[in-house]
């Protein structure tokens, strides 16, 4: 079965300060993994996915497949990073979320 | 290029009434079409897949039911809400697999 797992659901880092935002999977197959952040009064929208290898707002993720890790990471944090952020796997033809971090980046 | 368009924004039902939600993609064909529950403190919560006309997978059993009428248009049903039905829907299409989903502005449901 798939599974998600975001431990952290509440994360609080000052700005400038480098952020890290846990994910870990549960997949027997080979997994696609997305991050997807929702800001405030928009929609939930795709941030980035591993298999494109890029870089969305400063973000990054790596995927650990000995770890079965998928840590969004950002080495300075801006205040517009206040958001919710869900990771997601994809797998048989669905989606899996985490249960959600909301990261806030204090002034 | 391609749009997504869920209604309505915002529902108050009584216990026991019917439901109905509507989504519908433009500008796309045959895409996958999914109903998500996005519940406080338990994250997205899919409910159902589509991946082509008449055909539904259900991820859990509850008291909703979806249908897909239409090669754009994905439903959700309920005979008879019950107060646990209340949540904020989120309807989502994909082209294909690993691209990722698009989701739709979301359905506020509040059952009294």
């Known amino acids: 079965a798939q599974r998600v797992t975001q431990p952290e659901k509440l994360l609080s880092v000052f700005k400038g300060a480098p952020v890290e935002l846990k994910c870990n999977y549960s997949y027997s197959g080979s997994p696609e993994l997305f991050w997807y952040v929702q800001y405030s009064r928009q929609r939930l929208q795709l941030l980035l996915r591993h298999i494109s290898r890029e870089s969305i707002k400063g973000f990054t993720a790596d995927l650990n497949k000995g770890e079965t890790s998928f840590h969004l990471k950002k080495p300075f944090a801006q205040e517009e990073d206040s958001a919710m952020y869900y990771c997601?796997?994809?797998?048989?033809?669905?989606?899996?979320f985490g249960q959600g971090t909301r990261l806030t980046i204090n002034p | 290029s391609q749009t997504i368009h869920q209604w309505p924004a915002t529902l108050v039902q009584p216990v026991g009434s019917p439901l109905s939600l509507e989504c519908t993609v433009e500008g796309t064909s045959n895409p996958n079409l999914y109903w998500y529950r996005q519940a406080a403190g338990r994250g997205l919560q899919l409910l159902f897949y589509?991946?082509?006309?008449?055909?539904i997978s259900s991820e859990v059993p509850q008291n909703l039911s979806a249908s897909r009428p239409q090669d754009r248009q994905f439903i959700l049903s309920s005979k008879k809400l019950l107060l646990s039905d209340s949540g904020f829907y989120l309807c989502?299409?994909?082209?294909?697999?690993?691209?990722?989903?698009?989701f739709g502005s979301g359905t506020r449901l509040t059952v009294v």
């Open positions: 989502a299409w994909s082209p294909s697999l690993r691209y990722g989903y698009t």
């Open positions: 589509s991946v082509g006309i008449g055909q």
């Open positions: 997601a796997l994809e797998g048989a033809q669905k989606l899996v």
